[in-house]
């Protein structure tokens, strides 16, 4: 009868330690949360096509850019209300990389950081808001251990080629047509608040609000254009310098949204129709 008794306390034991290790697995998966390993998403941004990478249980889709040369800046001829500070033009020549195909929303900022920033009124799929270049470093420096890709915000040229639709560009004014109520939220149309991203129109790329909703930071410090900048995978970097930001926003006059248009902020800078989208470089 002990034999028995203490058989039986060993059989409890054994299956409530075990109990207790499927319990610890499920609190780690689900305290880790689901997201693309690594290995998969290495393997997903060398396929040169259009990509999907899941975090933390949301999508972020990525457009593929097939590198190339293109003129950027305000070339008379193609564009219209050139400024100054668009000129002069130069030939510049990229790399394939990928860009967002929509605006960091607040859900895939949450996804990442935890909330969304302080004053954005809650909507899950408009851009996020109120939203310093500082900020999106950190955004970038999580979403990279997260993923254990490189991430970054666009440059002005990867911008700017993406933004013209890369080599299917048709040389728009705004990004994928010359009537700026069919690709863009601006000042007229936008009811004076950020909209969902992607119900417009896309560009010839298949990237959507490119042109208004928000505004976009850019990589690059401002500079003036010269002949004597970098032509090949150019970015400005200077410290102390404001950031570019493109594209125009919800509160924007058309020739604020044009393609080349170019704006600047302080990296601290905080604003309604403030945001930002994500780019990598291809495998």
């Known amino acids: 009868m002990?034999?028995?008794i203490t058989q039986n306390r060993t059989q409890y034991y054994r299956f409530s330690i075990l109990c207790l290790m499927l319990l610890v697995i499920t609190i780690f998966l689900l305290s880790a949360n689901t997201y693309v390993s690594?290995?998969?998403t290495a393997l997903k941004t060398t396929l040169k096509q259009d990509t999907t990478i899941l975090i933390n249980g949301v999508s972020f889709d990525l457009v593929f850019v097939k590198g190339g040369t293109f003129v950027m800046g305000c070339q008379e001829g193609r564009d219209t209300n050139c400024n100054n500070d668009e000129k002069p033009t130069r030939n510049i020549k990229l790399s394939n990389f990928y860009i967002g195909k929509y605006e960091i929303t607040q859900k895939q900022w949450e996804a990442i950081m935890g909330k969304i920033p302080n004053h954005s009124?809650?909507?899950t799929d408009c851009p996020v808001e109120f939203i310093s270049w500082k900020d999106v470093q950190s955004?970038?420096?999580?979403?990279n251990q997260l993923t254990a890709l490189q991430f970054a915000?666009?440059?002005e040229a990867q911008w700017e080629y993406a933004a013209r639709g890369g080599e299917k560009s048709k040389a728009y004014q705004y990004a994928g047509s010359n009537d700026i109520d069919k690709v863009a939220w601006y000042f007229s149309?936008?009811?004076k608040k950020t909209q969902p991203v992607g119900q417009k129109e896309p560009n010839e790329l298949g990237i959507y609000d490119m042109t208004g909703n928000v505004a976009e930071w850019c990589a690059d410090s401002y500079a003036p254009y010269g002949k004597d900048q970098n032509t090949h995978n150019p970015k400005v970097s200077q410290e102390g310098a404001d950031y570019i930001v493109r594209g125009g926003g919800r509160n924007s006059y058309p020739a604020k949204c044009r393609i080349t248009n170019r704006s600047k902020k302080i990296m601290a800078a905080k604003f309604p129709?403030?945001?930002f989208r994500i780019s990598l470089?291809?495998?």
């Open 2 to 4: 002990l034999n028995k």
């Open 38 to 40: 690594p290995t998969q």
């Open 121 to 123: 009124k809650p909507c």
């Open 139 to 143: 955004f970038i420096e999580k979403i």
């Open 153 to 155: 915000l666009p440059t």
């Open 189 to 191: 149309n936008a009811d």
């Open 273 to 275: 129709s403030l945001g």
């Open 281 to 283: 470089a291809a495998q």
